[in-house]
């Protein structure tokens, strides 16, 4: 990372003034319910310095006249039906913050590295919404709350994650570009400082955003290189490009080639065909996972534990699976000991069927550095950011087999397997796109709501560095990507970071007051999975 010169010094007073406070004397709980949301209000009534090239003087349209590069990118249909969902990513620093190293970092490589973080969207003369460039003062960007000293002292991780938590309730400013740096400048656990990333989602999905976080990290052993990521996984092409034998392979190979295709399409007209039920009537049934309140707007609760990727991949190899595979049999084991102790349900042998929905990433596979390069080179609309995702509607099992644990990763692989034999998750991709054209935003939203809430949970899993990483000249502890706006109950990200793997859960705070007793069934259930392995 950069070094900060001199000149930004002269940000701190200045950067300072603008600190947000909670209302003093109040307990954490109060602060992140009122006294946070009074700062919050007090941070949102500053004049605005937006600044747009085409700009029509009040910053919502363009003037005529004005050719389709000027007025900037159109904003994709895949971003505006991710109007309410947000990323939020949870990082751990060894050291406690250093503000000019951060906010030259940030200027130098975040916002250079990404036109988004550097636009708003802006409706054109036509009703189109656009990318606009804009200027960026970071004091709106890079907040530095201070919480009540007496509640942070008691108990520093709670007062993180209260604090967190109170982002799922606050709006962000459309006429900034959607992201946020917040500092929490004060040792917990975990770490001795940690910062809260929020940013919208049009500015693209978990998968980009990461590989842009990554490309403005360096190696903590060697500041001057990339961090070390894992080999790229091999691919051998698309699934509808699987090669014919050669004739001397025999006919009993030629007919299993042609039944590959027989069986995909077999299965993309099942998985298509349940992915309309489920929009008109196919629903999930109630369970205590499955959202109670519908409403919109409910306070989400982002908690995190880390796991052993050790442990993870012996299990992978033990039973020659993916890591996928394992975690999702991991989240199936621990999702099946919390619903029984919760329930009190004494018939042990009934097993439950929902479903959840897999998000899956769509880009080829690029290098981090090849990423970067692209970036220096001038070239950084070559990056697929963006939202580049599919989905499939996993069938999931809530039952428990403590007699044989790995019974939970066997029937994840077969469930895997199966939908890789499928076009589902192209065809989602494009049907979100073709729904959005068709039917427009409002209609499309609903319909996109209306799906997630017939299904349970939401899971994905993204690969991070294999070495510790230092971001703005900070050494990063953890790394914790999680979210909130899907109308779900309880979202399971997962992110490899080193030698861990950090279960992140996104959960409805009334319905899971809880939340910790789960996350230590995702650890008991890693332990015993590993045990009979």
Same mark, same amino acid.
């Given at each position: ?77 895949? *971003? !505006? $039906? ?9 990082? +751990? ?6 503000? &000019?190293? /951060? ?120 500041? *001057? !290189? $990339? ?9 051998? +092409? ?6 014919? &034998?050669? /004739? ?286």
């Amino acid at each position: 990372m950069q070094n900060s010169t001199s000149a930004l010094f002269s940000y701190i007073s200045r950067y300072h003034t603008h600190r947000v406070s909670c209302v003093e004397g109040k307990p954490i709980e109060n602060c992140t319910s009122a006294g946070m949301d009074m700062a919050a209000a007090t941070l949102r009534k500053r004049p605005l310095s937006v600044h747009t090239a085409v700009s029509n003087g009040n910053g919502n349209g363009f003037g005529a006249g004005h050719g389709a590069q000027e007025q900037g990118e159109p904003v994709s249909p895949s *971003a !505006r $039906l991710l109007e309410d969902f947000y990323i939020v990513v949870v990082i +751990g620093i060894a050291t406690p913050v250093n503000l &000019p190293a /951060a906010r030259a970092g940030i200027e130098a490589q975040l916002i250079r590295y990404h036109p988004r973080f550097r636009s708003i969207q802006v409706k054109d003369a036509s009703g189109n919404m656009r990318w606009v460039p804009t200027t960026v003062d970071l004091d709106y960007h890079i907040i530095y709350p201070s919480l009540d000293d007496v509640a942070v002292a008691r108990d520093p991780d709670r007062a993180v994650e209260d604090y967190v938590a109170t982002l799922s309730m606050r709006p962000m400013d459309k006429s900034r570009p959607l992201w946020e740096f917040h500092m929490l400048d004060f040792p917990t656990s975990e770490a001795a400082a940690t910062t809260a990333f929020r940013v919208h989602h049009s500015l693209g999905d978990g998968m980009s955003l990461l590989t842009l976080l990554m490309a403005c990290t360096r190696s903590a052993a060697d500041p *001057a !290189r $990339l961090p070390a990521m894992p080999s790229l996984p091999t691919r051998t +092409g698309a699934i509808w490009e699987r090669p014919r &034998p050669p /004739a001397s392979a025999g006919a009993v190979a030629l007919a299993a080639w042609v039944w590959s295709f027989v069986l995909l399409a077999w299965h993309t007209v099942v998985d298509v065909a349940s992915f309309f039920a489920t929009i008109l009537f196919l629903r999930d049934p109630r369970t205590l996972f499955k959202r109670a309140n519908q409403e919109p707007g409910q306070k989400k609760r982002l908690v995190h534990r880390a796991l052993s990727l050790d442990d993870v991949n012996f299990v992978k190899n033990a039973m020659n699976c993916t890591v996928n595979d394992v975690l999702v049999g991991v989240t199936y084991a621990a999702l099946s000991r919390y619903y029984f102790r919760k329930t009190g349900d004494a018939d042990t042998s009934k097993e439950i069927r929902v479903r959840s929905i897999l998000l899956v990433n769509l880009r080829p596979t690029t290098s981090l550095q090849a990423c970067v390069n692209l970036i220096e080179s001038g070239k950084e609309s070559d990056v697929k950011w963006g939202n580049e995702l599919g989905f499939i509607i996993l069938p999931f099992h809530i039952g428990l087999h403590d007699d044989d644990p790995l019974q939970y990763v066997r029937k994840a692989k077969k469930i895997v397997d199966r939908k890789k034999s499928s076009l589902e998750v192209v065809f989602t991709h494009l049907a979100s796109e073709v729904i959005l054209k068709i039917f427009g935003l409002k209609a499309a939203g609903a319909i996109f709501h209306r799906m997630i809430s017939h299904t349970t949970i939401s899971i994905s899993n993204m690969i991070g560095p294999v070495e510790q990483v230092e971001f703005c000249g900070h050494p990063v502890v953890f790394i914790a990507p999680s979210g909130y706006g899907p109308p779900e109950a309880l979202t399971v990200n997962f992110q490899s970071y080193v030698n861990t793997m950090m279960v992140n859960l996104a959960v409805d705070e009334a319905q899971f007051p809880d939340s910790h007793e789960l996350l230590d069934d995702f650890v008991e259930s890693l332990r015993l999975i590993r045990g009979s392995a």
